[in-house]
T-cell receptor
Framework: KAGVTQTPRYLIKTRGQQVTLSCSPISGHRSVSWYQQTPGQGLQFLFE???????NKGNFPGRFSGRQFSNSRSEMNVSTLELGDSALYLC????????????FGPGTRLTVT | KQEVTQIPAALSVPEGENLVLNCSFT??????LQWFRQDPGKGLTSLLL?????REQTSGRLNASLDKSSGRSTLYIAASQPGDSATYLCAVREDTGTASKLTFGTGTRLQVTL
């Protein structure tokens, strides 16, 4: 079974631009979560989607948004990029049944200059 | 607010040594605890998941224990190898229905030397 895939793997953007990251979950998984990882703050929860609905949201500004499609693929968007948005963005998929184990993708490295 | 702490922050051991990584959390109302491994610049690989009702889980040379009442978990690595060098992260999932997120510790960076 294929793992979680994220595209693109690397991205360089300029301050003020916007960016869209994509995540394809493991087949059969309907829950997708996004996390931001930085050296200073570690791993922080952004939001979770299940069946196209946002179930939970972390403490991030409204510039960070996401959505989920009917095939469970998810995208997150960051508008008006700031230098501090430079980070590794990780997507995780799982089920909301059983043991709730989360499986992570390889991440998208975003650099804002 | 759940807080997860991992000690030590970094650890260097010679190959073959057994070692223990520690994780503590402040709110014992957890659904499960998951240990991950992260290689530099890579995503997270799930190592072990312990449900709140379980005391331990084993996979190969890895054994994770959970003491929910005291808010502690340990990851035991037997006969360490250079390939075990990575950052190890623990994460807890809270048991509040809608709080379906993982709260991560800051990790332990492990280096196994030849």
């Amino acid at each position: 079974k294929a793992g979680v895939t994220q595209t693109p793997r690397y991205l360089i953007k300029t301050r003020g631009q916007q960016v869209t990251l994509s995540c394809s979950p493991i087949s059969g998984h309907r829950s997708v979560s996004w996390y931001q990882q930085t050296p200073g703050q570690g791993l922080q929860f952004l939001f979770e989607y299940f069946s196209e609905t946002q179930r939970n949201k972390g403490n991030f500004p409204g510039r960070f948004s996401g959505r989920q499609f009917s095939n469970s693929r998810s995208e997150m968007n960051v508008s008006t990029l700031e230098l501090g948005d430079s980070a590794l963005y990780l997507c995780a998929s799982g089920t909301l049944a059983g043991n709730y184990e989360q499986y992570f993708g390889p991440g998208t490295r975003l650099t804002v200059t | 607010k759940q807080e997860v702490t991992q000690i030590p922050a970094a650890l260097s051991v010679p190959e073959g040594e057994n070692l223990v990584l520690n994780c503590s959390f402040t709110d014992s109302a957890i659904y499960n605890l998951q240990w991950f491994r992260q290689d530099p610049g890579k995503g997270l690989t799930s190592l072990l998941l312990i449900q709140s009702s379980q005391r331990e889980q084993t996979s190969g040379r890895l054994n994770a224990s959970l003491d929910k009442s005291s808010g502690r978990s340990t990851l035991y690595i037997a006969a360490s190898q250079p390939g075990d060098s990575a950052t190890y992260l623990c994460a807890v999932r809270e048991d509040t229905g809608t709080a379906s997120k993982l709260t991560f510790g800051t990790g332990t960076r492990l280096q196994v030397t030849l």
